[in-house]
């Protein structure tokens, strides 16, 4: 029937991850397509940008313009025009959020790179320019300029001490190095984005910072575990247990203000869904604490608002007329037989064994952990505790990154996966635990493919669940779940 083929259609679009394992070891192949791509493009025309008179140039600053000649404002709006136009580029090419293997993302990093470097011959100098060095930073960082990345990123702090972006970036390149005095200026950083957002006012605090700030947490967690630092020193108070608690309470303090606003009609519920799937996972690590349940009332209250329809199923971003018009009522956390549904995928299971040696040859080039190609995934796990997820990105953004390294996943794949798809393989060790967590959007699949599977008694001792569903894998055997589901592994 017609709405069988779509449904069949649909779903082959929407293929989302493949994993697999090896030894005792989970090994993931990632493939992340979407089946309505909603790609906001960045504006890479010269920007206009509107001047005021002024008072005093003594105190120019970006969030004190009253306080800036005209002059100032002059100059800082034409090197804008050129920060606008390399930012695009720069997003174009994956922004800071991955790990660059293509020529072609490092010909627009390149290109974007210079394009900052224009801007910076119009103003260098005030704090206008803060922004401007802070993403050349990123740019350097990503194109292995790690000097250069590090005096970008300092200058960015120097121009600006009120940039919370600046602070986060350059203590995340503090805390890559090998030296402790890195380490400690490290915090001071984090310390310092910190108190910048606890210090914002309701109207001025961009709530999607929240997220970022936390997640400096998992990463200077994930730096203690590599170099033998003391979470509980009390030299290190910024890290400890308390304290995380205290920024999870006011990080919940001001997604509460935005509730406020959404119950009182001033904020519709769709506009404040980012800051409402923020709350709850706050919510979800403070209610285990406190054993409350104060995020299962979030979501039904969110379920009323029309948000979600299900309180195991939160992504940031739900097509509700995806439900209405082809996927199963009520929502199924699990795919049954997918591999009658995606011919790729029985292909797939036909050449695991190769699948399994390109892994292997994938672990030789060297897997990345996973937190570095998508920086708020380093909160999922904690190498603090000694678990480890590691990952080889196959195909991402379009693009095939490793085609001769993964010939056949890449051959197999290539034409099943649309544009905002990826495959990688995923490595997880034993002991390894991935938190609860939902993907983006509802419009997503994921698949995993059991490889080589360790000998387990049940699945309370290997698997994953699914909207609280348990499965575990098998050996050359395909799973699939929704992808908007909550979903854990183990």
């Given at each position: 029937s017609a709405m069988a083929s779509a449904l069949a259609a649909t779903l082959v679009a929407v293929i989302s991850i493949v994993t697999v394992y090896v030894r005792n070891e989970t090994i993931v192949m990632n493939i992340t397509p979407s089946l309505n791509e909603k790609k906001e493009s960045a504006n890479t025309n010269a920007a206009s940008t509107t001047v005021t008179t002024t008072?005093?140039?003594?105190?120019?600053?970006?969030?004190?313009?009253?306080?800036?000649?005209?002059?100032?404002?002059?100059?800082?709006?034409?090197?804008y025009e050129y920060f606008i136009r390399g930012r695009g580029?720069?997003?174009?090419?994956?922004?800071?959020?991955?790990?660059?293997?293509?020529?072609?993302?490092?010909?627009?990093?390149?290109?974007a790179k210079a394009i900052f470097e224009e801007s910076l011959l119009i103003d260098s100098t005030t704090p206008f320019a803060s922004s401007t060095y802070q993403n050349l930073g990123l740019v350097l960082s990503k194109l292995g300029d790690t000097k250069g990345s590090y005096d970008a990123l300092e200058k960015a702090v120097q121009l600006d001490d009120e940039?919370?972006?600046a602070h986060h970036s350059f203590a995340k390149a503090l805390s890559t190095t090998h030296r402790e005095e890195d380490w400690h200026l490290a915090d001071k950083h984090f310390s310092k984005a910190h108190q910048l957002l606890s210090n914002a006012n309701e109207k001025e605090i961009n709530f999607n910072l929240v997220l970022l700030i936390l997640s400096s947490h998992g990463i200077v967690f994930d730096r203690i575990a590599t170099r033998g630092r003391d979470v509980n020193n009390k030299n290190n108070s910024n890290l400890s247990p308390d304290n995380r608690t205290n920024y999870l309470i006011k990080a919940r303090q001001k997604f509460e203000d935005v509730i406020d606003l959404v119950k009182?009609?001033?904020v519709s519920p769709k506009s404040a869904m980012n800051s409402i799937n923020y709350l709850q996972g706050i919510l979800r690590e403070l209610d285990a604490e406190n054993g409350e349940s104060k995020r299962d009332e979030l979501l039904e209250w969110a379920?009323?608002?029309?948000?979600?329809?299900?309180?195991?199923?939160?992504p940031r971003?739900?097509?509700?007329?995806?439900?209405?018009?082809?996927?199963?009522?009520?929502?199924?956390?699990?795919?049954?037989?997918p591999e009658q549904v995606f011919p790729a995928l029985k292909s797939a299971m036909n050449q695991w064994h190769t699948i399994l040696e390109e892994y292997r040859a994938a672990r030789i080039n060297g897997l990345q952990p996973v937190g570095e190609r998508v920086d708020q995934d380093?909160?999922?796990?904690?190498k603090a505790l000694g678990e480890d997820w590691s990952e080889f990105p196959i195909l991402s953004n379009g693009m095939e990154l490793t085609p001769d390294i993964a010939p056949t996943v890449t051959e197999i794949f290539r034409r099943v996966i649309p544009p905002m798809?990826?495959?990688?393989?995923?490595?997880?060790?034993?002991?390894?635990?991935?938190?609860?967590?939902?993907?983006?959007?509802?419009?997503?699949?994921?698949?995993?493919?059991?490889?080589?599977?360790?000998?387990?008694?049940?699945?309370?001792?290997?698997?994953?669940?699914?909207?609280?569903?348990?499965?575990?894998?098998?050996?050359?055997?395909?799973?699939?779940?929704?992808?908007?589901?909550?979903?854990?592994?183990?």
């Open positions: 008072t005093s140039s003594s105190k120019c600053h970006p969030l004190r313009q009253n306080l800036c000649s005209q002059c100032e404002l002059d100059v800082a709006a034409a090197a580029i720069f997003e174009s090419a994956g922004g800071a959020g991955r790990v660059v293997f293509d020529d072609a993302s490092k010909l627009k990093l390149q290109q940039n919370v972006y009182s009609g001033k379920i009323q608002q029309g948000l979600w329809r299900d309180k195991r199923q939160t971003v739900f097509n509700h007329m995806l439900y209405d018009a082809i996927k199963p009522k009520p929502i199924r956390p699990w795919i049954p037989n380093v909160i999922l796990y904690n798809g990826t495959a990688a393989f995923s490595s997880i060790t034993p002991g390894t635990k991935i938190k609860p967590h939902c993907g983006p959007s509802n419009e997503l699949i994921t698949c995993h493919l059991g490889i080589i599977i360790p000998s387990h008694g049940s699945v309370n001792e290997l698997g994953m669940a699914a909207g609280g569903e348990k499965r575990t894998w098998r050996e050359g055997e395909w799973i699939c779940f929704e992808d908007s589901m909550e979903h854990e592994v183990w």
